[in-house]
Structures are given as structure tokens and as C-alpha cells.
């Protein structure tokens, strides 16, 4: 059974105060983003931005993968606006009143309006700017897609980006504790990737919520710590 990302009650009143002072916030610059060979065509496609052969990319991948992290480093190179797919409408309205916006990223735009996303490609591409999505699959495989979208953005380069492996889990946990001045054994990493989703974000929050209970608890983080502070979160 895998761990699922969710902060024990019990951990934050063990001490409240302190676990109030390491609130979580994204941070989206390309030296917080880990390459490996799950991600490293992604990586490159942004790189060569602005060199891109078409009006914009397409990154699929599961949730957590990194897809929206690396779009959104493409998004502050670019200074393009940028929206979830939920609030897609609001892109639109943006993108129509500032005609100064050339390119434009629709973060989950699987999960987006279609009509409205469809005239938002067109509206990127007669400004000669460039639309960047994220979704979980290619725009092909989408349910009931609309066929004018589905087919402007199939002419659109596709990258994929895979969940980590073992071996980068274990780089990328070993990093993150090391950044906090947390030293950890190689068998408690082992333990804890069997038992976490395979994700970047699942890493950080695991590392995150260990530090804290750590601390909060004035103890080593070893097996027996981690197992029960898992405990707490099934």
C-alpha cells in the first residue's frame, strides 16, 4: 500500500507553532526541477525555446510528474499568461483584452472547456505566439474530444514525461534531505519509495512532513520513525 500525500493531524499538534512556520509553496525555477531520463526529452524541448519548428508543445504525463513545474518554467521564459483548465474561460477574456499576449499555457487542458480552448489556439497562433498544454494523454486519446481541436493540436509536437524510477527516487529523496541537513540511511530511503506514489511532488511533501515531524518530536529519522509517521497517514 502506498502513501497518499496528507499531513497527520496528530503530527501538527504535536507542535503547532513550529509546523506553522514551514508552510508549502510551489516553486517553479528550473534549478528546482530534478532531470532525469523520465523527463529529459521534456527538458529539452523547452530548452530550445524559442527555436520550436510549430505554434507550441504538448507534455502528457501522470499526476505529479513534473509536467506543470517544467511548463511553467517555459511560461516565465516566455512571458506568457498562463491558466489551469478549470478557469479557462477567464484565459480566454484575458488573452482577448490584452492583445499585447502572444503565447499563452493551459495547465490540465484535458480537463478544459473545449470550444474555449480551441478558440485560444487560434488566438495564439494569428498573434504568432505559441500554446503550451499539459494533460495526462495526447490529445488524441481524449475523451470525446472536439475534432477541430483534437486536430490543431495533433499538428502540435507531442513529449512525454514518465514516472520516476527507483534509482531517481532515491538521488532525488537523498538530495532533498540533504538540503534540509537531514542525514538518512539508504535502507530508510528504500523503505520509504517502496511505500510513496512515484512523483516529485510526493518526494517533496514526504520530505517535507518527515522534517517536520522529525523536529517536532526531536527524533532521528529512521525505520521505526517513518513507519509510524506512515501509520498516521493511512
Known amino acids: 500500500m502506498r ?7 496528530k503530527i501538527l499538534q504535536k507542535n503547532r507553532q513550529f509546523t506553522l512556520k514551514l508552510p508549502r509553496r510551489a516553486a517553479f ?3 528546482e526541477f530534478f532531470v532525469s531520463s523520465c523527463n529529459s526529452r521534456a527538458v529539452d524541448w523547452i530548452d530550445r525555446w524559442p527555436k520550436w519548428p510549430l505554434h507550441g508543445l504538448v507534455i502528457c504525463g501522470p499526476p505529479g510528474s513534473g509536467k506543470t513545474h517544467l511548463s511553467a518554467v517555459w511560461q516565465a521564459r516566455s512571458n506568457a499568461a498562463g491558466f489551469k483548465g478549470n478557469e479557462i474561460l477567464q484565459g480566454l477574456e484575458v488573452l482577448l483584452n490584452n492583445e499585447s499576449l502572444k503565447s499563452c499555457f493551459v495547465d490540465d487542458a484535458d480537463c478544459a472547456d473545449q470550444e474555449i480552448l480551441f478558440h485560444i489556439f487560434n488566438c495564439v497562433v494569428s498573434r504568432g505566439g505559441q500554446l503550451v498544454v499539459t ?3 495526447p490529445p488524441a486519446r481524449w475523451a470525446q474530444g472536439l475534432p477541430d481541436l483534437v486536430s490543431r493540436l ?4 507531442v513529449t512525454q514525461i514518465e514516472r ?3 534509482e531517481m527516487l532515491q538521488v532525488v529523496l537523498m538530495k532533498m534531505f540533504s538540503d534540509r541537513q537531514l542525514t538518512v540511511s539508504l535502507d530508510v530511503l528504500t523503505y520509504i519509495i517502496v511505500r510513496m506514489d512515484r512523483s516529485f511532488d510526493s518526494a ?7 522534517d517536520v515531524a522529525s523536529l517536532s518530536y526531536q527524533r532521528a529519522i529512521t525505520i521505526p520513525f517513518v513507519r509510524e509517521v506512515f501509520k498516521e497517514w493511512t
Open 29 to 31: 525555477g528550473k534549478e
Open 135 to 137: 494533460a495526462v494523454e
Open 3 to 9: 502513501v497518499r500525500l496528507a499531513m497527520s493531524p
Open 204 to 210: 517533496r511533501y514526504v520530505v517535507e512532513t518527515l
Open 164 to 166: 520516476p524510477n527507483d
Open 154 to 157: 495533433k499538428t502540435l509536437p
